[in-house]
T-cell receptor, first 116, second 113 residues
Framework: DADVTQTPRNRITKTGKRIMLECSQT?????MYWYRQDPGLGLRLIYY???????NKGEISDGYSVSRQAQAKFSLSLESAIPNQTALYFC???????????????FGPGTRLTVT | KQEVTQIPAALSVPEGENLVLNCSFT??????LQWFRQDPGKGLTSLLL?????REQTSGRLNASLDKSSGRSTLYIAASQPGDSATYLC????????????FGRGTQLTVWP
């Protein structure tokens, strides 16, 4: 089984709908991240969480919210979806306590979201 | 703010060539640098992680170097194969915000037989 899983893998929704993307990890990492990827723009950080009680905004947090339900779960919500939120969304994890491998990020397979 | 640039944006080479992908960053106060591979429509696979105290890392046909003072990293791929075709992404982690990565836009590599 994959270490970092994302659900759903594909989602089509309408403008104004609230949707939630979920991420789970079995790596035992303390840190989790949400990114979006747009063609030609690279990956941009939406939110990140260093532990269950520590959540921080990234570069492009407007229109998004997150919930860290447990160390292994980090959800991203679009409160009222709009077409320019159509993108590929990635969850990632890293471990702050792993010596020379600390902070190496591992990515999930992504969720392709289309807002019509 | 950390800016990461990758050159070239796209590269097409015949099988068997050795090639170099370039990454530059504006703030040398980095904690680490990570190279990823991304296949079309897929997630990112970590290839190599270089800590700020290291000069290079090697994995199979891949070698990544880091020069913090000049703000540069290179990914060297030896004896390229069609299976190496993918987008290669460079990302740097800043020392002041451990764990966050700043990504370049990637180099799209095509290796033809």
């Amino acid at each position: 089984d994959a270490d970092v899983t994302q659900t759903p893998r594909n989602r089509i929704t309408k403008t104004g709908k609230r949707i939630m993307l979920e991420c789970s990890q079995t790596k035992g990492h303390d840190r989790m991240y949400w990114y979006r990827q747009d063609p030609g723009l690279g990956l941009r950080l939406i939110y990140y969480s260093f532990d269950v009680k520590d959540i921080n905004k990234g570069e492009i947090s407007d229109g998004y919210s997150v919930s860290r339900q447990a160390q292994a779960k980090f959800s991203l919500s679009l409160e009222s979806a709009i077409p320019n939120q159509t993108a590929l969304y990635f969850c990632a994890t890293s471990d702050s306590a792993k010596g020379t491998g600390a902070y190496e990020q591992y990515f999930g397979p992504g969720t392709r979201l289309t807002v019509t | 703010k950390q800016e990461v640039t990758q050159i070239p944006a796209a590269l097409s080479v015949p099988e068997g060539e050795n090639l170099v992908l370039n990454c530059s960053f504006t703030d040398s106060a980095i904690y680490n640098l990570q190279w990823f591979r991304q296949d079309p429509g897929k997630g990112l696979t970590s290839l190599l992680l270089i800590q700020s105290s290291q000069r290079e890392q090697t994995s199979g046909r891949l070698n990544a170097s880091l020069d913090k003072s000049s703000g540069r990293s290179t990914l060297y791929i030896a004896a390229s194969q069609p299976g190496d075709s993918a987008t290669y992404l460079c990302a740097v982690g800043r020392g002041s915000t451990l764990g966050r990565l700043y990504f370049g836009r990637g180099t799209q590599l095509t290796v033809w037989p």
